[in-house]
């Protein structure tokens, strides 16, 4: 038997059409988490995902810069109305109006124009990012490896010791790349029009500058180093904060991901056994396990989710075998009727 297993194998390697194996794969560089962040604009895409980021750079720019103008253009506004009635030097009719237009129009031109455009960009960033990484992903599984398959095998690891296969392949390829590309590019993007806003802002801050009573070694930059200081002090502990939230809610997210990946692989599992469920009258029993799937995604999406995240991913995960002989036991001594 062991000859003609290798007969078979040494014929299938001779097989016209099939190409040698190679050690790489079409992920393989994207095994780091940096990796996985610059493949795209690395590799073959190159130029589309930089004319992408540059145009959305640029119009990012542009939508600090008329957000700038369009505070002046509201302070200015409200000064205009705030002096329509003075007695000494009131604002005329016209100038009113013009404030107003100008405000508007930077408004509009902002709004409809910079912030939508980008937006458009943006999208099209994410649906290209997640289409170049789904058909890198598809190769990898359906190369001449037959990678498909022996992903869903259990092995061993350095130690000898059995590693369980990956579980929700299908979740990992579509949701996964889904939540990292859209999480990636919302977070450039405003990390972009933070750090162009400050640098206008700061900008416009020190030109309008004052000096501030019992600070008088600052001069007339005392409003701007004032607030600076609030800037420096405030963005670290807010940034502080906001990633520790960030790693609960990370933890929250992937519990949540498996957990429905789980109760939507155990109602697919379901409707290719609906026959044997039937034979063996085991809607109860089925009823019981697609409830306590589902307690997963409850509970991921609470506070508890937190506190037993761990238990989540090493509680009971059964088979559809499993499931199969849990009902069979159960409806052992059941009499069947025609």
Request: net charge positive.
């Amino acid at each position: 038997m062991l000859g003609k297993a290798r007969w078979i194998a040494a014929l299938v390697r001779r097989m016209p059409g099939r190409e040698p194996r190679h050690q790489t794969s079409p992920v393989s560089s994207m095994r780091p988490f940096w990796g996985s962040m610059w493949a795209y604009w690395l590799l073959e895409r190159w130029r589309e995902a930089w004319a992408l980021t540059i145009a959305i750079l640029f119009l990012t720019g542009l939508s600090a810069e008329a957000s700038v103008r369009s505070a002046l253009a509201s302070g200015g506004l409200v000064n205009k109305i705030a002096y329509f009635h003075h007695p000494t030097a009131p604002t005329t009719p016209s100038a009113l109006l013009a404030t107003a237009a100008t405000f508007a129009a930077i408004a509009i031109t902002r709004d409809a124009g910079f912030t939508a455009v980008g937006h458009f960009l943006s999208t099209t960033l994410h649906r290209k990012w997640r289409d170049w990484l789904d058909k890198r992903f598809n190769r990898a599984l359906l190369d001449t490896n037959h990678t498909h398959f022996h992903l869903q095998q259990s092995g061993i690891d350095a130690t000898g010791a059995a590693v369980p296969p990956p579980d929700n392949v299908d979740q990992r390829v579509q949701e996964s790349i889904k939540g990292m590309t859209g999480g990636a590019i919302g977070l450039a993007m405003g990390i972009a029009g933070v750090v162009l806003s400050l640098g206008l802002v700061g900008s416009k801050l020190i030109e309008t500058s004052s000096a501030v009573r019992r600070l008088d070694v600052l001069g007339s930059y005392g409003t701007a180093c004032l607030t600076f200081t609030a800037i420096a002090i405030y963005v670290p502990l807010n940034t502080f904060i906001a990633a520790k939230l960030g790693g609960v809610l990370q933890h929250l997210s992937v519990c949540m991901q498996w957990a429905e990946g789980t109760y939507r692989t155990e109602l697919n599992v379901l409707l290719h056994r609906s026959f044997h469920v039937a034979v063996l009258r085991g809607e109860r029993v089925q009823k019981a396990v697609n409830s306590r799937r589902y307690d997963d995604i409850d509970k991921s999406g609470g506070a508890r989710g937190v506190i037993a995240g761990r238990n989540i991913w090493q509680r009971d995960r059964k088979s559809g075998e499993e499931t199969i002989a849990e009902i069979a036991k159960l409806t052992r001594n059941v009499t069947f009727q025609d």
